[in-house]
């Protein structure tokens, strides 16, 4: 099937905040600029969902909801067949959301003041499920190595070796920085967390998004050791770009530690329950949806390259991270010599770029932008040619 990743439907007034942000700054219908921020996708959706969708509106009722086995059993299905991991229907909870889950989890298996690490710099709301609840942040920055990140596992271990330390969550593959862990890396982070009794959670909700030259390692996969003390965190919502409908897969492979989880989400939430849109979406992607996927990710890798090489061409001192996965670019425009909020007026008031800012993924990331490059290739060609004109004013040489 031929798929349109050419065409924008320009969400302006639809209650889209990636949009309204253009709103705000006085962007309108008639400028053709998109917003590169929050991370979903400029792709209109799959057709194959949109299809199940209007069957499931002209058949169904609309009455509570569970996940049902075909769902669960798709769910699996998928993870063996993308990521060669043998998961159990039972391990699944469905909820609204990974953020929704990963807070859940902190307050599960963490008392107020016990130790949560994170591999900064980081998705923002990670700090905020660690703070927000009253938790102690464990701040294992990671190297910046000029084009990449990788862990410090000295520093690691020493803080996972603290007995106040009780949870890791893990963004794996990372955003905003990029890395695709490799299997050797996860091995050496879950020996570490299971020598020291820390528990793993996993957000892994861009496992689907890698790019070619690399393979995502699900957390759980590599021993049952790893399954027993892990919480995997997925979604359909990256993949198929329909994180509106809210409906996430949480595995707990761990009998014990889903009881738990589910103990505890009862305390707040008594009837947690999924959309039958949601699930109904869900299921037409798994099932129908991998040529789709296939197709969006040349046009993610297209858009990779051409800011890559462009930037390598014309205005060297913005670099470009190495992207593995996501569709999340992370650039470094330190080398410009401006202040980071400078950056960000640059971007906003001559430039027309809306990118995430750097600084809101910890204070590693100023003077960086996170630029979402899942659209339609021209409007990463127009917006390349704006970031040359505008930054040749800045150039110190
Ligand atoms: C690492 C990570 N986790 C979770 C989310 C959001 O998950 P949800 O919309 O399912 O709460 C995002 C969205 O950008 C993300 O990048």
Not at 142 to 158: L, Q
Not at 217 to 237: G, H, K, L, R
Not at 243 to 269: C, H, M, V, W
Not at 305 to 328: H, M, Q, S, V, W
Request: overall charge negative; proline content about 4%.
């Amino acid at each position: 099937m031929q798929y349109d990743f050419t065409n924008i439907h320009k969400r302006y007034n639809t209650g889209s905040g990636k949009w309204d942000e253009l709103a705000r700054h006085g962007i309108n219908e008639s400028e053709d600029i998109i917003p590169f921020s929050v991370a979903d996708m400029e792709f209109v959706t799959a057709p194959e969902i949109v299809e199940a969708l209007k069957h499931e509106l002209d058949n169904s009722i609309m009455g509570y909801a569970n996940p049902t086995q075909e769902y669960l059993s798709e769910v699996c299905n998928w993870f063996e067949h993308r990521h060669n991991w043998k998961a159990k229907p039972e391990w699944i909870l469905t909820t609204h959301g990974v953020v929704d889950a990963f807070f859940e989890a902190v307050k599960t298996y963490t008392n107020p003041g016990e130790g949560v690490m994170l591999t900064t710099p980081v998705y923002h709301p990670m700090y905020m499920a660690v703070n927000f609840t009253g938790r102690k942040l464990v701040d294992c920055k990671m190297i910046n190595t000029g084009t990449s990140y990788k862990i410090d596992f000295d520093d690691f271990e020493k803080k996972a070796s603290d007995p106040n330390t009780k949870l890791l969550i893990l963004c794996s593959p990372h955003n905003p920085c990029g890395r695709v862990w490799t299997r050797d890396e996860l091995t050496q982070i879950g020996e570490i967390c299971l020598k020291h009794n820390v528990l793993v959670l996993s957000d892994e909700i861009h496992c689907d998004l890698i790019m070619p030259g690399h393979v995502h390692t699900v957390f759980a996969s590599i021993s049952d050791e790893f399954a027993n003390n892990s919480i995997i965190c997925t979604a359909p919502s990256k993949t198929f770009n329909i994180a509106g409908l809210q409906t996430s897969n949480i595995f707990i492979p761990n009998k014990e530690l889903r009881d738990k989880y589910l103990a505890s989400l009862k305390l707040t939430n008594p009837n947690p329950k999924c959309n039958i849109l949601g699930y109904c979406a869900a299921l037409a992607a798994y099932k129908n949806c991998e040529s789709w996927l296939d197709s969006a990710l040349e046009v993610i890798n297209t858009n990779r390259k051409l800011i890559c090489d462009f930037l390598t061409r014309e205005i060297p001192e913005i670099k470009a991270y190495n992207l593995e996965g996501t569709y999340l670019m992370w650039l470094d425009f330190n080398a410009l010599g401006l202040n980071y909020k400078e950056l960000e007026r640059i971007n906003h008031s001559e430039a027309k770029l809306f990118f995430d800012e750097g600084y809101i993924f910890g204070s590693q990331g100023e003077g960086f932008e996170r630029w979402n490059i899942a659209c339609p290739t021209r409007y990463i060609q127009d917006a390349l040619e704006r970031i040359k004109q505008v930054y040749s004013r800045y150039r110190r040489s």
